[in-house]
């Protein structure tokens, strides 16, 4: 069986292929063609076709020709990888959204493309209240001030000092799997949490401890907003000057889900002028920011890399999720994490 591997610095060949041995080996003759991207050193760009993908349309295609299994992060898997790869029975995607994938084109060579929905989730959720507590306690501003050699004991003034997430009010925008997580985790540090999401039952959300809401009231009533909905043409920036207008002032926002889901020229102004006390961000659009990018020179906001999701047990637990699928698709099962499962219509059977 010749599967193709086509890795990152995240994502490695070598930790895919210890896995995928270490499940089908004993079974399988295995014969494995290697393929690199240069991520993260080399930022995603998205094309019309596919998008946030990283590679060579002409790199990918020499080490998928002959595979009968891809799997990849984010090399793209165009119409012409596929069409040109007469052998390939399954598509993995080491990602919760396989959008470098054509899924379309899979779907119509009958080929199921597998992802990992939820690999990251406690990484982000925990990113997530760790950029809250950055900006509530003042601690970077603090760190690299000391690192200076001056010593911030204005911090402990009334007007400076930091804040807590206790008693605090937050408001979830978007309740999958990591929005989920955050409200757990902020419900255990004694906030109350209020949610936004018209694609969940309001049960699921009343029943995990938090207030289902419209987004206005939501951006009314909180003090901290986290985003956490994935991107899609009908939400892109989603929170604007109009809806950062209906925050309350002196509150604060968390973008660790993607760029597009705010408008960063409104978000600037609003920071600038004082209506919000501080911002912290992994995301931005487009990636990565312009070194001139006025958010960069302000003392109120935290910045990232998009790390959030970043932690060794994610890349494990993705690749792992694609061994299992990969496994139960060659055993003739339907592979748990299919996101065209339209393939397999008229068969009980993944083969």
Same mark, same amino acid.
């Given at each position: 069986?010749?599967?193709?591997?086509?890795?990152?610095?995240?994502?490695?060949?070598?930790?895919?292929?210890?896995?995928?041995?270490?499940? =089908?080996? &004993?079974?399988?003759?295995?014969?494995?063609?290697?393929?690199?991207?240069?991520?993260?050193?080399?930022? @995603?760009?998205?094309?019309? !076709?596919?998008?946030?993908?990283?590679?060579?349309?002409?790199?990918?295609?020499?080490?998928?020709?002959?595979?009968?299994?891809?799997?990849?992060?984010?090399?793209?898997?165009?119409?012409?990888?596929? *069409?040109?790869? +007469?052998?390939?029975?399954?598509?993995?995607? /080491?990602?919760?959204?396989?959008?470098?994938?054509?899924?379309?084109?899979?779907?119509?060579?009958?080929?199921?493309?597998?992802?990992?929905?939820?690999?990251?989730?406690?990484?982000?959720?925990?990113?997530?209240?760790?950029?809250?507590?950055?900006?509530?306690?003042?601690?970077?501003?603090?760190? @690299?001030?000391?690192?200076?050699?001056?010593?911030?004991?204005? @911090?402990?003034?009334? !007007?400076?000092?930091? #804040?807590?997430?206790?008693?605090?009010?937050?408001?979830?925008?978007?309740?999958?799997?990591?929005? &989920?997580?955050?409200?757990?985790?902020?419900?255990?540090?004694?906030?109350?949490?209020?949610?936004?999401?018209? $694609?969940?039952?309001?049960?699921?959300?009343? !029943?995990?401890?938090?207030?289902?809401?419209?987004?206005?009231?939501?951006?009314? #009533? *909180?003090?901290?907003?986290?985003?956490?909905?994935?991107?899609?043409?009908?939400? $892109?920036?989603?929170?604007?000057?109009? #809806?950062?207008? @209906?925050?309350? +002032?002196?509150? $604060?926002?968390?973008?660790?889900?993607?760029?597009?889901?705010?408008? $960063?020229?409104?978000?600037?102004?609003?920071? &600038?002028?004082?209506? =919000?006390?501080?911002?912290?961000?992994?995301?931005?659009?487009?990636?990565?920011?312009?070194?001139?990018?006025?958010?960069?020179?302000?003392?109120?906001?935290?910045?990232?890399?998009?790390?959030?999701?970043?932690?060794?047990?994610?890349?494990?637990?993705?690749?792992?999720?694609?061994?299992?699928?990969?496994?139960?698709?060659?055993?003739? #099962?339907?592979?748990?994490? /299919?996101?065209?499962?339209?393939?397999?219509?008229?068969?009980?059977?993944?083969?």
């Amino acid at each position: 069986m010749i599967i193709a591997l086509i890795g990152d610095d995240f994502i490695k060949n070598e930790l895919m292929e210890k896995a995928i041995r270490e499940k =089908l080996g &004993k079974d399988k003759t295995l014969d494995f063609r290697y393929g690199f991207v240069n991520w993260p050193d080399e930022p @995603f760009i998205s094309g019309e !076709e596919v998008k946030e993908y990283v590679g060579r349309e002409d790199d990918v295609l020499k080490v998928t020709a002959d595979a009968e299994i891809v799997v990849t992060q984010l090399a793209p898997i165009t119409y012409r990888v596929i *069409s040109s790869s +007469p052998k390939l029975k399954i598509i993995g995607c /080491c990602r919760g959204g396989p959008v470098n994938v054509n899924i379309r084109a899979a779907t119509e060579k009958g080929i199921p493309v597998i992802n990992t929905p939820g690999r990251n989730v406690v990484a982000t959720a925990e990113f997530t209240v760790s950029m809250i507590l950055c900006l509530l306690k003042r601690i970077l501003p603090a760190h @690299f001030n000391l690192k200076e050699g001056v010593w911030r004991g204005d @911090f402990y003034k009334f !007007e400076k000092c930091g #804040e807590e997430i206790f008693g605090k009010k937050v408001g979830i925008v978007g309740f999958g799997r990591i929005g &989920k997580k955050v409200c757990k985790i902020l419900l255990s540090l004694g906030a109350s949490v209020v949610v936004y999401d018209p $694609y969940v039952n309001e049960e699921v959300i009343i !029943e995990a401890g938090a207030r289902p809401v419209d987004l206005k009231t939501l951006l009314k #009533e *909180s003090q901290i907003v986290t985003l956490h909905a994935r991107l899609t043409d009908e939400n $892109y920036k989603l929170i604007g000057e109009k #809806e950062i207008s @209906f925050m309350q +002032p002196g509150s $604060y926002i968390i973008n660790v889900a993607r760029g597009g889901l705010l408008d $960063y020229d409104a978000l600037y102004s609003a920071l &600038k002028n004082g209506k =919000l006390a501080g911002a912290a961000l992994d995301t931005y659009d487009p990636e990565p920011p312009s070194p001139d990018s006025p958010l960069l020179k302000l003392d109120n906001v935290v910045l990232t890399p998009h790390i959030g999701g970043s932690s060794k047990k994610t890349a494990l637990n993705g690749i792992n999720m694609l061994v299992e699928d990969i496994s139960r698709y060659l055993q003739g #099962e339907i592979p748990e994490n /299919c996101v065209n499962p339209e393939v397999f219509e008229g068969n009980k059977t993944g083969r």
